[in-house]
């Protein structure tokens, strides 16, 4: 196995991981999740699954939707449907809730930043597109609509799906959208891994600030 290639499946892996502990820190700082985790938590509340689990159900879910959109998914998309999850139920079990604003704020905001730096890591990595990113791109394909509208559209439905299932909707979820954006791309930019065809990494990087949609 080449040195890039260990790299990159490392931070294809690490990144996940951390996806999946940095949306569980949000859930316990109790002031509001990013979008799909509010969907997320709004469908756990309803069917008494835990929110990993039901992270795991929607991402095949839509993964699902690949196949009209003619979608083709590669070892990222498929891992990020089950890492996350999975990371996400095991950092909870282990993470009690916090109270008061003195530990809620920081803990927000490190979950936000977390989530910057996961985000970088594993779209950096170049294994393709997570389920919720792949949906997003396929529509903007089809529609021929811009991305950022697709994105707000896809976000907007998704947030209030999950608020009127019980989803946690707050200042964290304003704070995510602000700040997701900017820090998804400096990480990225600062994880991008060297590749010897060079009209891949201006692919990478020319593509990802309008393609990222976390989760």
Known sequence: MSRELTRRLSQLYIGLAL???SSALLVRAGLGLEPWGVLHQGLAERTGLTIGVVSIIVGAAVLLLWIPLRQLPGLGTVSNVVVIGVAMDGTLALVPDVHGLGWQIPLMLFGIVLNG???????AARFGPGPRDGLMTGLHRLTGRSI????TAIEVAVVATGFA??????????????????LAQFFLKLFAVPSPEPERT??????SEGAILPG
């Open 148 to 151: 950022r509208l697709v994105r």
């Open 19 to 21: 996806y999946g502990v």
């Open 202 to 207: 201006v692919v990478a990087d020319g593509t």
């Open 117 to 123: 730096v996961a985000t970088g890591l594993y779209i």
């Open 165 to 182: 299932l019980g989803g946690s909707l707050g200042v964290g979820t304003v704070a995510y959208a602000l700040a997701i954006g900017p």
